[in-house]
Every structure is written in C-alpha cells, then in structure tokens.
C-alpha cells in the first residue's frame, strides 16, 4: 500500500535549523509531484514548499529563502530544510504527493505522511 513516512521533527531555539525527511512507498514516487505542508493549531493546512517530477521548485512567501526542498527519487525521499526558523514556523509539517504540477490545494493531494511536529521556541 501506499506510504508517505515523514523523519526528523523536533524541538529547536529560533534561528536553529531542521531537516525534514518523507519516505515514499507503493507508488511510482519520480512521476509525483512532493510537496510539504504545514498547520498549526486552529489554523488551515497551508503549502510550504512543493517539487516536481524534474525539480523545479515553489515556495510560500513566509518561507522563501529560508527553507529549501529537494528529492532523491532513487531513494524515493523528499527533504525540507527548514533554516533561520521563527516561532511562527511552529506547526505539523505533511509531506504529501500529487499527479499534476498545477495542484496547490491540499484537496488536489492524492498521499499524506502522518505528519512531523515542529517546535520553534523563542
């Protein structure tokens, strides 16, 4: 079945820096677009940062220039480094996949992991 496996959540000072890791199974991971969400409690799932199939990449305005997506499609992984983090970046981060580029909506996503905490102490 398909599996979305997400690593390396923690608790960090602002500033500090993170590295998340998604782990894709059971599906064909080169031809999706990956992408990573956050949420933070009562609020919306929002789109961080999201990959294509050839690397090209999007990223919200609160995040630009200081997290950074890749993949690995030989290991089937996407990573998000998340650096200079700020309180505010405190939320569960998804990693999630999609067929089509033109997918922004969480509700266009087809797989979600269960979801990574981030805490960002100031």
């Known amino acids: 079945q398909v599996q979305l496996v997400e690593s390396g959540g923690g608790l960090v000072q602002a500033g500090g820096s993170l590295r998340l890791s998604c782990a894709g199974s059971?599906?064909?991971?080169?031809?999706?677009?990956m992408a990573w969400f956050h949420q933070a409690p009562g609020k919306q799932r929002e789109l961080v940062a999201r990959i294509s199939s050839g690397g090209s990449t999007n990223y919200a305005d609160s995040v630009k220039g200081r997290f950074t997506i890749s993949r690995d499609n030989a290991k089937s992984t996407v990573y998000l480094q998340l650096d200079s983090l700020k309180p505010e970046d405190t939320a569960v981060y998804y990693c999630?996949?999609?067929?089509?580029?033109?997918?922004?909506?969480?509700?266009?996503?087809?797989?979600w992991g269960q979801g990574a905490q981030v805490t960002v102490s100031s």
């Open positions: 999630a996949a999609a067929r089509r580029w033109t997918a922004w909506s969480s509700l266009e996503y087809d797989y």
């Open positions: 059971g599906f064909i991971f080169s031809i999706y677009v």
